[in-house]
């Protein structure tokens, strides 16, 4: 999977990424109240999203393995970029976007102690099934009780991925151990036969 993912963004293959805001971001966003918190998002790519929540007043940290991901962000939008580095990540920080180049895996709590929120429309259906359970776990260590954030995930019957179909029963089974759910809406089937859901998900725990 690594080797594919790097392999898409350096030969452009990259028709998962989005030229617009997502609407469900938009509308669902604001309803999570999270006000000026830090803004997880995994497998970030290039999204255009960031921007979006970056202009909501949030600083967001993105993660993101390939390289040539965050080039191409960092060179569309405005303003220089800062370099540097923390630990094994190279960084690029464009406005109130921090981008981490590295493995979402070898990203530990240790760097995470700003983080209150986190945004996924990407990181989650990017993965194979064995690798989904891992995310879910990891992603609850990152994000303190009480936090919020929003998944959209995608379904198609039959799809072998990447993307990856992941359906309602698997996103309650993955994330319920440690986030209140919400169903907030499924998308129409697009001409691919894709279908879209959207999920709020509060951390649980006792909050500090």
Known sequence: MTNEWLERWRDGRIAFHRDAVHPALERYWPDLQNQGSKILVPLCGKSLDMRWLAGQGHPVLGI??????????????????????????????????????????????????????????????ALPQPTRQRYAFHLAQLIPPGSKGLLISLMRPNAKGPPYSVGHEEVEKLFTPNFELTHLEDGKTDDRGWQESVWALTRRGPVA
Not at 70 to 95: M, T
Not at 98 to 125: K, N, Q, S, T, V
């Open 64 to 125: 993101e393995l390939a390289e040539a991901a965050i080039e191409q962000f960092v060179a569309e939008g405005q303003g220089d970029a800062l370099r540097y580095r923390q630990g094994d990540f190279p960084i690029w920080r464009q406005g109130n976007v921090e981008l981490w180049c590295g493995d979402f895996f070898h990203f530990h709590i240790a760097h995470a102690a700003e983080i209150g929120a986190f945004y996924d429309r990407a990181a989650l259906i």
